[in-house]
């Protein structure tokens, strides 16, 4: 993360313990809060493929971004993993966007999916499958948050990944 805004090194280094003590990353500028807004809607999933009594739970999920979580939130440091997350190097920021933008499709076309009255044993194994693809991307947004993601999959592979995978569902 650049701190291009701060006159003094010492300035950047407090800030960095500033953004650590907030479960911030110092080093990219992002917080790991965000990834429980799609843990939920994965536990409601994984809630689903058991049982499907919970599929209005499901429903009425919806999409947010970075910002929209945060403003939302409860989380003490809101403001600052705003601040953070704008300053964040912006291939980092674009790399989350589009996992983030990946994983809301595959939620909004299975919530689609599921409003088309199909019978419980298709909406349980829709579910699973929804939660099964959802998984790994949301390892894969922790590893950015995290500073961990090298190369890894461009974004167009993950997506058509994605997309092969539910056509062969």
């Given at each position: 993360?650049?701190?291009?805004?701060?006159?003094?090194?010492?300035?950047?280094?407090?800030?960095?313990?500033?953004?650590?003590?907030?479960?911030?990353?110092?080093?990219?500028?992002?917080a790991t809060d965000?990834?429980?807004?799609?843990?939920?809607?994965?536990?409601?999933?994984?809630?689903?493929?058991?049982?499907?009594?919970?599929?209005?739970?499901?429903?009425?999920?919806?999409?947010?971004?970075?910002?929209?979580?945060?403003?939302?939130?409860?989380?003490?440091?809101?403001?600052?993993?705003?601040?953070?997350?704008?300053?964040?190097?912006?291939?980092?920021?674009?790399?989350?966007?589009?996992?983030?933008?990946?994983?809301?499709?595959?939620?909004?076309?299975?919530?689609?999916?599921?409003?088309?009255?199909?019978?419980?044993?298709?909406?349980?194994?829709?579910?699973?499958?929804?939660?099964?693809?959802?998984?790994?991307?949301?390892?894969?947004?922790?590893?950015?948050?995290?500073?961990?993601?090298?190369?890894?999959?461009?974004?167009?592979?993950?997506?058509?990944?994605?997309?092969?995978?539910?056509?062969?569902?």
């Amino acid at each position: 993360m650049k701190y291009q805004h701060l006159a003094a090194p010492a300035q950047a280094a407090e800030f960095a313990s500033r953004l650590a003590d907030a479960n911030i990353n110092p080093a990219t500028g992002l917080a790991t809060d965000y990834l429980n807004h799609f843990n939920e809607a994965i536990m409601l999933l994984e809630m689903l493929a058991d049982s499907t009594d919970c599929v209005d739970d499901f429903l009425a999920w919806q999409p947010m971004s970075y910002r929209d979580h945060f403003a939302a939130s409860c989380f003490k440091a809101r403001d600052m993993a705003i601040a953070a997350y704008e300053t964040a190097d912006p291939a980092l920021r674009d790399c989350l966007d589009t996992l983030a933008g990946t994983m809301t499709a595959v939620l909004k076309a299975t919530g689609a999916a599921m409003k088309t009255n199909m019978p419980p044993e298709a909406t349980a194994a829709l579910a699973g499958q929804a939660a099964f693809l959802l998984r790994p991307l949301v390892a894969r947004a922790g590893a950015v948050i995290n500073g961990e993601s090298e190369a890894g999959m461009h974004d167009a592979e993950t997506r058509q990944i994605l997309i092969d995978g539910l056509m062969k569902r």
